[in-house]
């Protein structure tokens, strides 16, 4: 089983600062099967990011997702009210399909 | 946009089998382009993957849930279906139901999730 683990655990920001989360995986993550979830409070996971580094449908540019092998990262450009959240990295090249314990991006 | 929509019976006693169904609008759940999955969030806590599987019967189950896991899609209704048998305290969890692209090849991320439905084991 790959166990991602993702840091920092929380992240304290301003509005319009940038976010930068980290994902590492314990192997590596064959054909950059690596995804990232929002979660806002009380809802459902959105997509924003998979196969490491392309936007979901609709996902605003200021997302983007990079790395490969086993260390990938969600960058945040210029935080809006609304990308205050939690963030989960998944990986689906290997079953069982593992999500990370999430980055939680908090209003500093 | 499809959506999906699970239904539930929000409190399960402890030794007893979980239900759960999810609607598909927009889509339709005999297309072979997607698999069908279930995951799990227990309150404060993070995403457990516990099943995917397509409508001709393709099927990716988790070890840890395997034993106790049944899965069926319904065409006419157009849903597909949980069932987790010996339930207990630490199934509580919000179930959601999603739908994965997949290839002939390889599954990509899950892309449409529904609302999620709360499950509550106790007596």
């Known amino acids: 089983e790959i166990v991602l683990t993702q840091f920092p655990a929380i992240l304290s920001l301003s509005p319009g600062e940038r976010a930068t989360l980290s994902c590492r995986a314990s192997?590596?993550?064959?054909?950059?099967?690596l995804a990232w979830y929002q979660q806002r409070r009380g809802q459902a996971p959105r997509l924003l990011i998979y196969?490491?580094?392309r936007r979901a449908t609709g996902i605003p540019d200021r997302f983007s997702g990079s790395g490969s092998g086993s260390d990938f990262t969600l960058t945040v450009g210029r935080l809006e009210p609304e990308d205050f959240a939690v963030y989960y990295c998944?990986?689906?090249?290997?079953?069982?399909?593992?999500f990370g314990l999430g980055t939680k991006v908090e209003i500093k | 946009q499809p959506q999906l929509q699970e239904s539930g019976p929000g409190l399960v006693k402890p030794s007893e089998t979980l239900s759960l169904t999810c609607s598909v609008s927009?889509?339709?759940?005999?297309?072979?382009?997607?698999?069908w999955g279930w995951i799990r969030q227990p309150p404060g806590k993070g995403l457990e993957w516990i099943v995917s599987f397509s409508y001709s019967g393709s099927t990716y189950y988790s070890p840890s849930l395997r034993s106790r896991v049944t899965k069926s899609v319904d065409a006419s209704k157009n849903q597909f279906s949980l069932k987790l048998r010996s339930m207990a305290a630490a199934d509580t969890a919000v179930y959601y139901c999603?739908?994965?692209?997949?290839?002939?090849?390889?599954?990509?991320?899950?892309?449409?999730w529904g609302r999620g439905s709360l499950v509550t084991v106790s007596s």
């Open positions: 192997q590596s993550v064959s054909s950059n099967y």
């Open positions: 927009g889509d339709s759940v005999t297309n072979s382009a997607y698999y």
């Open positions: 196969g490491a580094s």
């Open positions: 998944q990986q689906y090249a290997t079953v069982p399909l593992t």
């Open positions: 999603a739908r994965q692209f997949c290839s002939t090849t390889s599954c990509d991320a899950f892309d449409i």
